[in-house]
């Protein structure tokens, strides 16, 4: 049984409730689904984001098939630039974002 009483069975690690006992819920036990809800978003949306800086600096810095075990140092030197400079961009967006955040609750 999972902490809602539901026995556990062949549903690929997911909770199925009735609609009886989604209905008795307390405000904790919602809270707590919104919680986990919001965290398991917010884990999807670091991946896409990664799978979004991957592709992007793969497409910018290999432009042909790979001759070695491993990337040439141009390649090497072009993804690190690529990388670091996706991630400042980033930081600096999420950073005026807070401010104006900030800034409206003033």
């Known amino acids: ?17 009735t609609q009886e006992q989604f209905n008795s819920l307390n405000q ?44 040439e140092s141009k390649e090497e030197a072009c993804l690190k630039n690529c990388v670091g400079r996706f991630l400042e961009g980033h930081f600096i967006v999420l950073n005026n974002l807070k401010n104006i955040k900030y800034a409206s609750k003033s």
């Open 28 to 71: 904790t036990d919602l809270d707590e689904i919104h919680r986990i809800a919001a965290e398991n978003r917010q884990r999807s949306a670091v991946t896409q984001y990664l799978h979004d800086l991957t592709r992007r600096s793969w497409d910018k810095c290999i432009v042909g098939p790979i001759k070695s075990e491993g990337l």
């Open 1 to 17: 049984m999972n902490p809602f009483g539901v026995p556990e069975g062949d549903n690929d690690g997911k909770v199925v409730l």
